[in-house]
C-alpha cells in the first residue's frame, strides 16, 4: 500500500503501542509515563530453544478464533486492540488499487471508532485517535480530521504526539487558507519544543504570517529558520536537503522583504533577531543581502537592488565580502553605461579598501592580495584622470585638480610599497618610479613645492629604479626650476637654490639646460628687480665661453633681459637703442608674440621719451609725431594721437584739433575716449563757429545714442545750430522731430514749437503756423502745472494770431442770398474766433487781453453791420422792402449791443491803469456808437489825469 502520510510524521510512537498490546501487560495509569520502544530492554533470545514462526495472518487468524470463544472481557480488549494495530500496519505495507485502499481506511475507521465507543477510558485510544485522524486524512476528509486532532488536543494536551498532531492541524488549516488558526497551530507545535518538527513549523509560521501581511513576523520566523537551518550545515554532512530548505526560505525571504522597505527592513530584521549560537555568521549576511539582491534585481527593482548592496558595505565596511560586493556595484553600473555612478563607485572602493581604511588596517595579505588588482586599477584610473584634466586647466582649478591627484598617487604607492603584496607580486606592472615622478608632478602643480621638490630632488640625484616617463636628468632639471620659484618666495631658500643649480651643472653637463642655468641667474635678478645687475651682468650669457654649444636663442633672452632692465630703469632712449637692436638682429628667431611684444616697447620707450616732464615742446612732438609714423599700429599710437589732440586745443588751434580728432575717431570708433573725443569735436565746432558741422555731429548723436536724455539734449541744440547756420530746411526738420517726439520737458517743447511757427512765417506757410500755434495752445493748457509766465505768454499769442486768422475769415465772407447759408459760414468763423480771443484773454496778459476783447466787440459790431449792409431781396415791393429792413435791424441791434459792452468792458480797464491802443480804439469806438456819452473828450481826459 502507498500511504499519503507526510514522510516527515514519525511511526516510533505506533511502534510502542504496538510493543505494549504484545507485552500483555495491564494498562498503565494516566500518572505513569508510558516508555518509548528504545527504552525497553533488548528481548533475549537465548530464552527460546527454536523461535515460533509465526506470521501476522496466522496470528490474525488466531486471534479470531479466540474471540470466537468468547474470552474475558479484558482479554477480549486486549485481542481488538491488537487487531486494529496489526490490520493498520499491514494497510500501510500493502500496495492496494485506490479503491480497495480506500474501502480498507473505511473499515479501519469503522474498527477504530467502535474501540472508542466500546472502551473510552482505555489508554491506548491516545494512539487509537491518532490513527482515527489520520485515516480521515488519508481519505481526503479534512473536516472529519480536523474533529479527530482537536478531540485528540482536548484529551491529550500533554502527549508525546501532540506536537504532530498540531503539526497536521496546522497544516489541513493552511491549505484550507485559513491562516490565522495554521498560525496558531503552527506556534503551538513550536511551543512543544519537538526538534523534529521545529525547523518546518517554523518555515509554516512564517508563511502563515506572510500570508496574514504581518510581514516583520514572518521575516522573523525565516530568518530563524535560516540560522538553524545555517548551523546544521556546519555539524552535518547531509547538506543537500537543508541547502534546498534554504533556498526556498531565501526566496520566500526576499519576497517578503520586497514588500517592506527591501534593504533596510533586512537590515532592521538582522538587528533585531539574535543569532542563537552568539554572532552571525557574516558569510549567511551577505548571502541575505545577496539572495534580496538578486531578487529585486530579477523583478526590475535595481535601484533597490544596488541599495541592498549598499547597505551591506555601509555596515560591514571592513570586510572583503563589502569589497566583493562593490564590485558587483562596479560591475552593474558599468553594463548599464552609467558612468558616473560607475565612478562614484570606484572612489568609494579605493575609500573603503585603499590604504588607510580599516579594511586594509584589519586584512589578511589573502585578502589584500583579492583587493589589490582593482584598487590600483582604479586608483591609477583616477589619478590620471585627474592629472590629465589638470594639464587642461589653469588657475585654482588647475591647482585644486593636481592636489586631488596627490592623495591618489600616495596610495598607489602605499600599495606598490606594502612588503606583503611585493612577496605576493600582486602589484602587477606598475612602475613605482613612474607614480612618484606623477607624484612629483602632482605635488608642483598643487603648489606643495616642498614635497615637490624633495621628490624631484629624490629622482634626480640619487640612484633610483628608472623609469619609463622621465630621465634623471629631467627630474633634476625640474628639481632647480621648482626650487628657483621656492627662492623667488622666501629669500631663506636662496642659497641653497644656488647649491641645486651647481650641482646640477656638475652632474648633467650633458644636459642641454646648463647654459639655461646661466641664464636663469641673470633671469633670478631680474626677478629680484636688480636691474643694474642684469645690465652689467648679462654679457655672462651673451658672450658664452664655449661657442660650440651656445645656444642663440639663450643670448636673445639675455639681450632681452638686458633691455627689459633699461625699460625698468626708466632708461627709455638706451631701451629704445638696445630694443631697436634686438629687432634688426634677431628678427629671424623672433617669435610672433616676442616681436609683437618689443615692437610695443619700442613704442613704449619712444612715448615714454615724449611724456618726460622736463622734456622740451618741440621735442615732444617731435617723439609723437615719430611713433605715429614709425609705429602705426602699435598700442601707443592712440594715446600719441589723443595728446596731439590736446596740444592743439590747448594751443587754441580749433582747426588743426577738428582735424585731429576727425582723424582720430575714424580710427578709433570704439575705444574708451571716444565720447571724450566726440565732445571735443562738439566743442572745437563751437570754438570755431562751424555751426552746421556742430549741428551734423550733434544730430549724429541724436541718431545713435543709447541715452535717451542725450538724444533729446542732442536734437534740440542740433535745431538751434542749424538755424544759427542759417539751415533752415534741416532746423525745420529738427525742430519738427524734437516737438513731435519730446512733449517733455514742456518749456522746451513750446520753444521748439515757436521756432516752427517762426520758420513757416518765412515760408508764409499760414495753414502750418496756425498747425503749431494751436499745438502751443493745447500743449499749455494740459501742463499747465509745468508752464512759466514765458509759456503762457506764448499760448496767449498763439491764440490771439489764431483768432486774428478766423477774424480775417470772418470779414471775408459777404451775406448774400440765401442769407441763410452765407449768415451761418459768418457765424462759424466769428465764433471760432471769439473762442480763440476768449482763451487768450484767460491768460491774464495785459497786452494780448486788451487786443483779444477789442477784436471780440469789433466782431459783433461788424456782424451788425453787414447784416444792414447784406443784400435785400428783388421783387419786394416798398412796403415789403420797409419791413425787411426793420427786421434787419431788429437783427442786427443785439450784436451792436454786445459791441458797446465788451468796448465798455476794454475801456474800464483804465481804472485798473492799463492804457494801450486797444483801450484808445475801445473809447475811438464808444465814441461812434455813443456820442452822447462817449464823443466827450474834455471829460475823458480828466478821468485819464486822475488815473494817472
Not at 55 to 78: F, G, M, V
Not at 102 to 128: M, V
Not at 430 to 448: C, F, H, N, Q, V
Request: charged fraction near 20%; aromatic fraction near 10%; charge should be negative.
Amino acid at each position: 500500500m502507498r500511504l499519503t502520510v507526510i514522510e516527515r510524521y514519525p511511526l516510533t510512537t505506533l511502534a510502542l503501542c504496538c510493543a505494549v498490546l504484545l507485552s500483555g501487560c495491564s494498562v498503565a495509569p494516566d500518572n505513569i509515563k508510558r516508555p518509548r520502544l528504545a527504552d525497553l530492554p533488548a528481548f533475549d533470545r537465548s530464552m527460546l530453544l527454536t523461535p515460533p514462526e509465526v506470521n501476522e495472518q496466522q496470528l490474525d487468524l488466531l486471534y479470531q478464533q479466540i474471540l470466537t470463544l468468547q474470552p474475558a472481557p479484558q482479554t477480549r480488549q486486549k485481542i481488538l486492540y491488537r487487531l486494529s494495530q496489526m490490520h493498520t500496519r499491514q494497510l500501510e505495507q500493502q500496495e492496494l488499487p485506490p479503491a480497495q485502499e480506500r474501502e480498507a481506511l473505511q473499515q479501519l475507521i469503522a474498527r477504530y471508532q467502535q474501540l472508542l465507543a466500546d472502551y473510552p477510558a482505555d489508554p491506548n485510544n491516545e494512539l487509537i485517535r491518532y490513527q482515527l485522524a489520520r485515516s480521515y486524512d488519508l481519505l481526503g476528509q479534512q473536516q472529519a480530521c480536523l474533529e479527530q486532532l482537536d478531540a485528540f488536543l482536548q484529551r491529550y494536551p500533554q502527549s508525546d504526539l501532540a506536537a504532530e498532531v498540531w503539526f497536521r492541524k496546522a497544516d489541513i488549516h493552511y491549505a484550507l487558507s485559513q491562516y490565522q488558526q495554521a498560525l496558531q497551530a503552527y506556534l503551538a507545535v513550536l511551543g512543544n519544543n519537538d526538534a523534529s518538527l521545529e525547523l518546518h513549523a517554523r518555515y509554516m509560521a512564517g508563511w502563515s504570517y506572510f500570508k496574514l501581511q504581518e510581514f516583520e513576523q514572518a521575516d522573523e520566523q525565516f530568518l530563524r529558520v535560516l540560522d538553524h537551518s545555517y548551523t546544521e550545515l556546519l555539524l552535518t554532512e547531509q547538506q543537500q536537503p537543508q541547502q534546498s530548505l534554504r533556498d526556498e526560505v531565501l526566496q520566500t525571504l526576499s519576497i517578503s522583504l520586497s514588500y517592506q522597505e527591501q534593504g533596510h527592513s533586512l537590515q532592521a530584521l538582522l538587528a533585531r533577531v539574535p543569532y542563537p549560537p552568539g554572532q552571525r555568521p557574516l558569510v549567511m549576511v551577505a548571502q541575505l543581502y545577496q539572495r534580496l539582491a538578486d531578487f529585486l534585481a530579477e523583478k526590475k527593482l535595481l535601484a533597490a537592488s544596488l541599495e541592498t548592496y549598499q547597505l551591506f558595505i555601509s555596515q560591514y565596511p571592513d570586510t572583503l565580502l563589502a569589497a566583493q560586493f562593490q564590485l558587483k556595484l562596479i560591475r552593474h553600473y558599468l553594463d548599464d553605461a552609467d558612468a558616473t555612478q560607475a565612478l562614484a563607485a570606484q572612489q568609494r572602493y579605493i575609500e573603503l579598501f585603499g590604504p588607510g581604511s580599516l579594511f586594509w588596517q584589519r586584512a589578511t595579505v589573502t585578502e589584500l592580495a583579492e583587493t589589490t588588482p582593482p584598487l590600483l586599477q582604479y586608483l591609477d584610473y583616477f589619478a590620471r584622470n585627474r592629472y590629465a584634466s589638470a594639464l587642461t586647466l589653469s588657475g585654482q582649478a588647475r591647482q585644486q585638480a593636481f592636489a586631488d591627484a596627490v592623495p591618489l598617487w600616495q596610495k598607489m604607492l602605499a600599495v606598490l610599497d606594502e612588503p606583503l603584496l611585493q612577496k605576493q607580486q600582486a602589484a602587477g606592472d606598475y612602475s613605482a618610479a613612474d607614480i612618484r615622478y606623477l607624484l612629483a608632478e602632482s605635488y608642483a602643480g598643487a603648489t606643495l613645492q616642498e614635497d615637490a621638490l624633495a621628490l624631484y630632488t629624490q629622482l634626480g640625484f640619487t640612484a633610483t629604479e628608472p623609469g619609463t616617463l622621465f630621465t634623471a636628468q629631467d627630474a633634476a632639471y625640474k628639481a632647480l626650476l621648482l626650487s628657483e620659484k621656492l627662492a623667488q618666495q622666501h629669500a631663506s631658500t636662496a642659497q641653497r637654490h644656488w647649491q641645486l643649480q651647481t650641482e646640477f651643472v656638475n652632474v648633467h653637463r650633458s644636459h642641454p639646460a646648463a647654459q639655461q642655468v646661466a641664464l636663469q641667474q641673470l633671469q633670478q635678478r631680474y626677478s629680484e628687480q636688480d636691474y643694474y645687475g642684469v645690465i652689467q651682468h648679462s654679457n655672462a650669457v651673451t658672450d658664452w665661453p664655449l661657442p660650440a654649444q651656445s645656444q642663440s636663442a639663450l643670448v636673445q633672452e639675455a639681450q632681452f633681459l638686458h633691455s627689459q632692465s633699461e625699460l625698468a630703469l626708466q632708461q627709455y632712449a638706451a631701451a629704445e637703442h638696445s630694443i631697436s637692436a634686438l629687432l634688426s638682429q634677431g628678427a629671424a628667431d623672433l617669435s610672433a608674440d616676442r616681436r609683437k611684444l618689443l615692437t610695443e616697447q619700442l613704442a613704449s620707450s619712444i612715448y615714454q621719451q615724449a611724456q618726460q616732464p622736463d622734456a622740451p615742446l618741440a621735442a615732444v612732438q617731435q617723439h609723437l609725431q615719430r611713433l605715429l609714423s614709425v609705429l602705426p599700429d602699435s598700442a601707443y599710437h592712440e594715446a600719441a594721437a589723443y595728446q596731439q589732440v590736446e596740444m592743439a586745443r590747448s594751443a587754441g588751434d580749433y582747426a588743426a584739433a577738428i582735424s585731429l580728432l576727425t582723424t582720430f575717431l575714424q580710427r578709433y570708433p570704439d575705444t574708451e575716449r571716444t565720447s571724450t573725443a566726440k565732445a571735443q569735436l562738439l566743442d572745437s565746432y563751437e570754438q570755431a563757429q562751424q555751426w552746421d558741422k556742430a549741428a551734423a555731429e550733434l544730430a549724429r548723436v541724436a541718431a545713435e545714442s543709447n541715452d535717451p536724455e542725450q538724444q533729446r539734449e542732442a536734437l534740440y541744440l542740433s535745431a538751434q545750430y542749424y538755424q544759427r547756420s542759417g539751415d533752415n530746411a534741416r532746423a525745420l526738420d529738427s525742430w519738427r522731430s524734437y516737438a513731435n517726439r519730446y512733449p517733455q520737458p514742456h518749456l522746451l517743447a513750446q520753444e521748439a514749437r515757436l521756432q516752427l511757427v517762426e520758420l513757416y512765417q518765412l515760408q508764409q506757410d499760414l495753414y502750418r503756423q496756425n498747425f503749431w500755434r494751436d499745438k502751443i495752445a493745447v500743449f499749455e493748457q494740459r501742463n499747465a502745472a509745468q508752464g512759466n509766465e514765458r509759456s503762457r505768454y506764448l499760448a496767449a499769442q498763439a491764440l490771439l494770431e489764431l483768432g486774428r486768422h478766423e477774424s480775417g475769415l470772418f470779414a471775408q465772407v459777404k451775406l448774400s442770398h440765401p442769407l441763410k447759408q452765407s449768415l451761418q459760414k459768418k457765424r462759424q468763423h466769428m465764433s471760432a474766433a471769439i473762442k480763440h480771443y476768449e482763451q487768450s484773454m484767460q491768460y491774464g496778459i495785459a497786452t494780448m487781453l486788451t487786443e483779444a476783447q477789442f477784436h471780440v466787440g469789433e466782431l459783433y459790431q461788424q456782424m451788425a453791420a453787414a447784416l444792414l449792409a447784406s443784400d435785400r431781396p428783388k421783387g419786394l415791393d416798398e412796403l415789403a422792402l420797409e419791413e425787411y429792413e426793420l427786421l434787419l435791424q431788429e437783427q442786427a441791434y443785439p450784436f451792436e449791443e454786445q459791441a458797446i459792452a465788451i468796448y465798455q468792458q476794454n475801456s474800464r480797464l483804465t481804472q485798473q491803469q492799463v492804457w494801450d491802443q486797444w483801450v484808445q480804439q475801445s473809447f475811438q469806438r464808444l465814441a461812434t456808437l455813443l456820442p452822447a456819452r462817449f464823443d466827450k473828450t474834455e471829460a475823458y481826459s480828466g478821468v485819464a489825469e486822475d488815473a494817472y
